[in-house]
């Protein structure tokens, strides 16, 4: 997913000003978090984590719950104290982590990928992010 990524989609989202926190491990980037306003302004959160991810070889050590608590907190300094996260309905290592953090299933919605209808699955977190 990083690779793929490419030069050109991390100098759009900075330049477009899309929050943007990357882990990095050994000058490499093996995580990162893309967040900002709730695009969704008929549900009642303030902010919204687009992405989280991390390396396989990452997952399982604690990064994705730091990364995600950073996010929360970075969200939170710009003035959006509840947030949502969306999340593959077939992705039960998403699903399961978003549920051990604490939130909610508050939305399930269809998307078309490509040529396939997919189900994504809202969480909801409405208490401060975690210091």
């Known amino acids: 997913m990083i690779a793929r990524r490419g030069p050109n989609w991390w100098h759009s989202a900075i330049v477009r000003g899309t929050g943007l926190l990357v882990l990095d491990f050994d000058d490499d980037i093996v995580g990162y978090s893309t967040y900002g306003r709730n695009r969704v302004p008929s549900m009642p959160y303030s902010g919204e984590i687009f992405e989280i991810y991390l390396t396989p070889e990452q997952q399982g050590l604690g990064f994705g719950r730091r990364l995600f608590n950073a996010t929360r907190r970075e969200l939170a300094e710009h ?39 997919l189900t994504r699955v809202a969480f909801g977190f409405v208490s401060a992010p975690v210091r």
């Open 79 to 117: 003035g959006y104290l509840s947030t949502i996260v969306w999340a593959l309905a077939d992705n039960d290592k998403a699903l399961s982590f978003y549920r051990s953090l604490g939130g909610q299933t508050v939305r399930r919605a269809e998307e078309r990928f490509g040529s396939d209808m």
